[in-house]
């Protein structure tokens, strides 16, 4: 589905020698790898492999014990998550992280806060600046429900919907925050067939539209195949093979992490 | 049948956006306000039963009001925020020590008397500052835990008011009496005027909450209280989010506070703002319904009228009990009331009161 880019963009992200331990648990060993500006970049690898923790690091709530991560141009060695968001890395979660008693659509707005500028005394008023501003944001959350399809759950308290939609809820609200780079954590985990191509088709047309990078983490191999430009395979907290799709396929690395070497 | 929204249609999202989105529900509060503002006052005037004793308006309609401030700012904290605190009662004894004391004047700080609306916001603003203070430790410890520590701060400030006689202004009794209440040249003394003057508290101080509840501020509460992991990631201080809540929550029961000792109680000890108002507050917000205004003024009326009215019942049928089983009978079915409504409905009356509305859209149909 999708062409390899010709010139390959600057990274936008880049990780130098990531290692992160808990006690004597390595997660993440040496791990390298950039995300270029405009791709979509997917981590895979069999469960335990670090995956989870590398998203972690990259948006501040681990601290990896070594390496660099480069962000925009800015080196650190480790930002505070609430940091993360406002250099505009946004994130969905593997087990669905929604605000259960709010709506669908306050919780698309929650994406919104860091934008919204207006102080406690006009909000309190709610009245003139506060209120125009409350509806601009209003209007570019509509945008993203009607995008996500979601428009007859806009007042629903997402705790009551079911899984697939919350996932589209969870990625609405990582939308509304205009990333530039946005994390997705296993997005099609349990989903059925159709939802999969839903989600594929929100996923590329985010990509493709808005021109967002995109780092996801994927079990389905097939979704991982046909939208990613470049995969990054982890095993045991290590990188084994990195490369477009069809390198990585053929990878006799990836091939023995997934299916075991014989003995 | 009446309660239908067919036909109306929004056309902004400022109209979608509004308080009372339904027609029929801005009616019935237009008409709730007038009666509250114009019908009580002109019904007390003209001697029309039941506002023509003082008893109704002074026992039970304004300490009903005042809690049900409090109650409203208990809310923002445990309902919006999610951060228990059994600290209530001591802001509210801040809010009505301090305006006592901006009140009185304090020469120490070379402070003249202040007028009485001045002292009761700065009242709420100490609280407010407690509050903040006092709200530190969220920021470590969560549940159960903060409202041990802000336990701490209830125990604290009993200890300080009844202790520290600065605060009363060395009054021999410990006890101390409001000054006369005036605003903008204008007396509060009667029952009628009290009531309006505690109304239109209420009112403002509602409408406030509710603003900031359902906008920027309330949102990121609600994400701090349901999921803070996940609002930290959006970009969302856990610091700025909860101590701000600590803030507006302790200025609202900080002049719910001033206003219970100045207009409902008129002299007061530190014994009426202790642990048992703390969680006075607490189930009227339970009760009434966590994360809703609304909910507050539902919880406060539980709490408040139906002690009172299981109280006057068996003398209204005619049935003759003696006081104390009367008093034993009313701990009883009030007990267990609460323990049935809890079962039955653990998001509280206002989730009744939804519940209602949806019904009352398709009666009497079927569908």
Redesign the interface.
Same mark, same amino acid.
């Given at each position: 589905m999708s062409e390899p880019k010709s010139a390959p963009a600057e990274a936008l992200l880049s990780l130098e020698n990531i290692s992160l331990s808990f006690g004597g648990l390595k997660a993440v060993s040496d791990v390298s790898f950039d995300i270029r500006k405009g791709e979509i970049r997917a981590i895979i690898g069999p469960n335990g492999a670090g995956k989870t923790s590398m998203l972690n690091c990259i948006?501040g709530?681990y601290h990896p014990q070594q390496g660099r991560i480069t962000f925009k141009g800015r080196t650190r060695k480790s930002m *505070?998550?609430?940091e993360? #968001?406002?250099g505009g890395i !946004?994130?969905t979660?593997q087990n669905v !992280?929604?605000?259960?008693?709010?709506t669908t659509l306050?919780n698309i707005?929650?994406?919104? !806060?860091?934008r919204?500028k207006?102080g406690?005394l006009w909000?309190?008023? *709610?009245a003139g600046p #506060?209120?125009r501003e409350?509806?601009e944001h *209003?209007?570019f959350c509509?945008e993203i429900i009607d995008f996500l399809e979601i428009e007859h759950i806009r007042k629903t308290p997402v705790g009551k919907l079911p899984y697939g939609l919350q996932k589209r809820v969870e990625l609405g609200?990582?939308l509304a925050?205009e990333p530039d780079l946005l994390l997705l954590d296993e997005p099609m985990a349990g989903m059925n067939l159709e939802e999969k191509q839903d989600m594929s088709r929100f996923i590329l047309d985010v990509n493709r539209r808005d021109g967002t990078t995109i780092a996801l983490i994927e079990h389905d191999m097939g979704v991982v195949m046909d939208i990613s430009d470049r995969v990054v395979v982890l095993e045991y907290g290590r990188k084994i093979a990195d490369g477009v799709p069809a390198d990585v396929q053929g990878n006799q690395k990836v091939i023995d992490a997934y299916l075991g070497v014989p003995r | 049948m009446f309660y239908r929204e067919a036909g109306q249609f929004k056309t902004?999202?400022?109209a979608d956006?509004a308080i009372f989105p339904i027609r029929q529900d801005r009616i019935a509060m237009l008409l709730l306000l007038a009666f509250a503002f114009a019908g009580v006052p002109l019904l007390a005037a003209f001697h029309v039963p039941p506002f023509n004793s003082e008893y109704l308006l002074r026992a039970i309609i304004l300490p009903f009001l005042i809690l049900s401030l409090a109650a409203i700012g208990v809310n923002v904290l445990i309902g919006y925020c999610g951060q228990v605190s059994l600290g209530s009662g001591a802001f509210m004894a801040i809010g009505a020590y301090s305006a006592y004391k901006f009140n009185t004047g304090i020469p120490g700080l070379w402070l003249p008397p202040l007028p009485t609306l001045a002292s009761i916001l700065l009242g709420g603003l100490m609280a407010s500052i407690a509050g903040i203070v006092f709200g530190i430790p969220s920021l470590r410890i969560k549940g159960l835990y903060l409202s041990v520590a802000t336990l701490a701060a209830q125990f604290f400030f009993d200890w300080l008011f009844l202790r520290v006689k600065w605060f009363t202004n060395y009054a021999p009794s410990g006890s101390v009496s409001a000054p006369e209440l005036s605003f903008f040249g204008l007396t509060v003394a009667s029952p009628v005027e009290k009531y309006l003057l505690a109304l239109t508290f209420v009112c403002v101080f509602a409408l406030?909450a509710k603003? +900031?509840a359902?906008?920027? +501020?309330g949102?990121?509460w609600?994400?701090i209280?349901?999921?803070d992991?996940?609002?930290? +990631?959006?970009?969302?201080?856990p610091l700025a989010a909860k101590l701000?809540a600590f803030a507006v929550s302790s200025f609202i029961i900080g002049v719910a506070g001033a206003l219970w000792a100045f207009v409902y109680l008129g002299s007061w000890e530190p014994l009426a703002f202790n642990i048992d108002r703390s969680l006075q507050l607490l189930f009227m917000v339970i009760i009434g319904g966590l994360?809703t205004i609304l909910g507050s003024f539902l919880g406060a009326a539980f709490i408040l009228l139906l002690p009172i009215a299981l109280s006057q019942l068996p003398a209204a049928v005619g049935l003759k009990i003696s006081t104390a089983t009367i008093t034993h009978l009313e701990f009883i079915i009030f007990g267990s009331l609460i323990c049935f409504l809890l079962i039955k409905e653990p998001l509280g009356f206002a989730r009744l009161w939804q519940i209602g509305k949806e019904k009352l859209r398709l009666w009497p149909f079927p569908y």
């Open positions: 948006n709530f *505070r998550p609430h993360a #968001a406002r !946004a994130r979660f !992280a929604l605000f259960k008693g709010m306050d707005m929650t994406g919104r !806060a860091l919204m207006r406690v909000q309190l008023l *709610r #506060a209120l409350e509806i *209003r209007r509509e609200r990582a925050m | 902004s999202y400022a956006m406030g603003n +900031l359902r906008g920027n +501020l949102r990121q609600m994400a209280r349901d999921m992991i996940a609002a930290e +990631l959006i970009g969302i201080r701000s994360g």
